[in-house]
């Protein structure tokens, strides 16, 4: 029967090897938690030249006069030499759209010597929405005969200009691959990190795909669009 030493004995032992046991374990969690803590965060990018394929190009004009009715034929006939203009260049009447006019009494504001000489201002924009891009170049070189004829072209309501703006909508068309491109970028980046450190890439602890940027080639070339993507990548480094 065992004496109440030997159950010290026997107690103490266990209780020591649970203490290390219990070290064992803390070492252990510890090294994990300090390898689960080296990371490295680096980005990658990726870059694809492509063509517009849709152009928005508005052109405001405006007229002036006394009288409302002179005003109204005035803006009617502008719009018809624009309309004109355009489908002689072979574009269809669905490209060609109208925004509602605008009218300005300026006399209503003003009196005396302030008060204008023109009371009516009266104004629209005349807007050319196509996926012909080529054709809309073209024709885009021969828009002083819009002023030669006698439509006064300058900035509408909201402000916008008759500079034409072009666009790329076929972007989840390229996202794809340059998102993997940029990825596999951002992988290098991070390899050669670790390398010159002394370490090695694991997994990936997070990643952020970033800003999607499509913007003029230069300003020579709208019609020509740099398409550019970054993605934000973090790696856990091992021994």
């Given at each position: 029967m065992p004496t109440s030493d030997s159950r010290s004995v026997v107690a103490a032992l266990v209780i020591a090897l649970g203490?290390?046991?219990a070290g064992w374990f803390a070492a252990r969690g510890m090294a994990r938690l300090k390898t689960a803590d080296r990371?490295?965060?680096v980005k990658g990018s990726a870059e694809k030249m492509v063509d517009a394929d849709?152009?928005?190009?508005?052109l405001p004009h405006s007229v002036g006069g006394n009288d409302l009715a002179d005003v109204q034929a005035k803006l009617?006939?502008?719009?018809?030499?624009?309309?004109?203009?355009?489908?002689r260049a072979g574009f269809k009447p669905q490209e060609i759209?109208?925004?509602?006019?605008r009218?300005?009494?300026r006399w209503a504001w003003s009196s005396g010597e302030n008060r204008p000489a023109e009371r009516f201002r009266y104004s629209t924009t005349v807007i050319l929405r196509t996926t012909d891009v080529a054709k809309a170049l073209a024709v885009l070189d021969r828009s002083g005969e819009l002023v030669s004829g006698g439509v006064m072209l300058g900035t509408g309501e909201g402000g916008e200009g008759s500079r034409p703006d072009f666009e790329y909508t076929r972007l989840n068309a390229i996202k794809?691959?340059?998102?993997?491109?940029?990825t596999a970028n951002a992988r290098r980046s991070a390899e050669q990190f670790a390398k010159d450190s002394g370490a090695a890439i694991g997994g990936i602890r997070s990643a952020n795909q970033g800003v999607v940027d499509i913007s003029d080639r230069d300003q020579g070339s709208p019609q020509v669009k740099k398409v550019r993507v970054v993605t934000t990548v973090e790696y856990f480094l091992k021994d």
């Amino acid at each position: 029967m065992p004496t109440s030493d030997s159950r010290s004995v026997v107690a103490a032992l266990v209780i020591a090897l649970g203490l290390v046991g219990a070290g064992w374990f803390a070492a252990r969690g510890m090294a994990r938690l300090k390898t689960a803590d080296r990371y490295v965060t680096v980005k990658g990018s990726a870059e694809k030249m492509v063509d517009a394929d849709l152009v928005v190009w508005p052109l405001p004009h405006s007229v002036g006069g006394n009288d409302l009715a002179d005003v109204q034929a005035k803006l009617d006939a502008n719009n018809a030499t624009i309309r004109a203009f355009f489908s002689r260049a072979g574009f269809k009447p669905q490209e060609i759209v109208m925004s509602p006019p605008r009218l300005e009494d300026r006399w209503a504001w003003s009196s005396g010597e302030n008060r204008p000489a023109e009371r009516f201002r009266y104004s629209t924009t005349v807007i050319l929405r196509t996926t012909d891009v080529a054709k809309a170049l073209a024709v885009l070189d021969r828009s002083g005969e819009l002023v030669s004829g006698g439509v006064m072209l300058g900035t509408g309501e909201g402000g916008e200009g008759s500079r034409p703006d072009f666009e790329y909508t076929r972007l989840n068309a390229i996202k794809p691959a340059l998102i993997a491109e940029a990825t596999a970028n951002a992988r290098r980046s991070a390899e050669q990190f670790a390398k010159d450190s002394g370490a090695a890439i694991g997994g990936i602890r997070s990643a952020n795909q970033g800003v999607v940027d499509i913007s003029d080639r230069d300003q020579g070339s709208p019609q020509v669009k740099k398409v550019r993507v970054v993605t934000t990548v973090e790696y856990f480094l091992k021994d």
